[in-house]
């Protein structure tokens, strides 16, 4: 045997709601504002694509109602 090699295993949970990523070593990692879960949302705010936080902030602003597209 060659020798010991260590990995880090990652679990991504793709919720309906939220999602998450851990690492083995029981450590939750955060999202680009701090927040330990993750908005499964996608939004579109004209100029470019947004996904999670800001995604689900858009919400109220882009709801389309009886419109075609």
């Keep these: 045997m060659?020798?010991?090699v260590e990995r880090t295993a990652i679990g991504i949970d793709l919720g309906t709601?939220?999602?998450?990523v851990a690492a083995w070593f029981d450590k939750i990692i955060p999202n680009q504002q701090g927040n330990k879960i993750t908005p499964s949302c996608v939004a579109w705010d004209g100029m470019q694509m947004l996904v999670?936080?800001?995604a689900k902030n858009q919400i109220t602003r882009n709801t389309v109602y009886g419109k075609l597209l």
């Design 2 to 4: 060659a020798g010991r």
């Design 52 to 54: 999670g936080e800001a």
């Design 17 to 20: 709601t939220y999602s998450c």
